[in-house]
């Protein structure tokens, strides 16, 4: 059973407006979420994370908000840029228990000039 | 060095045959995690280790596949007698302490079985 669920494949934004991505989760063990960017042929790279503690993690255009109670959270990107084009994945993992990251199935993001 | 480093970046081998990834993590990173990319969006965990010991291994398959992080060597992920099924990418990440930490991921291997 998939416990992290990105539920859009895919989404497309006009350079320079917002870009949200979102994420679904299942088990109120995880706490603690991170997102990853990826190219084709690479692998996933470290874009932004967040602790169950906080609600709100920004970092340059890149925010990362988390709804514990909704088990729910979306990473915003303003403004986007054609470079922003890649898969996004959302991950969470249970830091009292393996450390291991569960993944959602990405959403491609197509950022168009 | 800075960054995970995974070889090779492609394998292919015959169903049956033995198939052998390497990984070196991060200089100072103490844990290293195997993935396996199936169906190209589906990330399935395969083990951790805490320097050269297990610390996870409830994602390996029980028969055929095995690993190993010894010192001063790149970790290892081997499958012995391959299957069509094992054909995936699979990516090596390493992180510098236990808990809120992020895994920073290698550009991972390709294995193909044929």
């Known amino acids: 059973d998939q416990q992290v669920k990105q539920n859009s494949p895919s989404l497309s934004v006009q350079e320079g407006r917002i870009s949200i991505l979102n994420c679904d989760y299942t088990?109120?063990?995880?706490?603690?979420f991170l997102w990853y960017k990826k190219y084709p042929a690479e692998g996933p790279t470290f874009l932004i994370s967040?602790?169950?503690?906080?609600d709100k993690n920004e970092d340059g255009r890149f925010t990362v908000f988390l709804n514990k109670s909704a088990k729910h959270l979306s990473l915003h990107i303003v403004p986007s840029q054609p470079g922003d084009s890649a898969v996004y994945f959302c991950?969470?993992?249970?830091?009292?228990?393996?450390?291991?990251?569960?993944f959602g199935t990405g959403t491609r993001l197509t950022v168009i000039p | 060095g800075e960054e995970v480093a995974q070889t090779p970046k492609h394998l292919v081998r015959g169903e049956g045959q033995k198939a052998k990834l390497y990984c070196a993590p991060i200089?100072?990173?103490?844990?290293v995690f195997w993935y396996q990319q199936v169906l190209k969006n589906e990330f399935k965990f395969l083990i951790s280790?805490?320097?050269?010991?297990?610390?996870?291994e409830t994602g390996m398959p029980k028969e055929r596949f095995s690993a190993k992080c010894l010192p001063n060597s790149p970790c290892s992920l081997e499958i012995q007698a391959t299957k069509l099924e094992d054909s995936a990418v699979y990516f090596c990440?390493?992180?510098?302490?236990?808990?809120?930490?992020?895994?920073?991921f290698g550009d991972g291997t390709r294995l193909s079985i044929l």
């Open positions: 990440a390493s992180s510098q302490f236990y808990g809120s930490q992020p895994q920073h």
């Open positions: 088990n109120s063990m995880f706490d603690y």
């Open positions: 967040i602790s169950s503690i906080k």
């Open positions: 991950a969470a993992s249970d830091q009292t228990g393996a450390n291991n990251l569960f």
């Open positions: 200089k100072g990173h103490s844990y």
């Open positions: 280790f805490q320097n050269e010991n297990v610390f996870d």
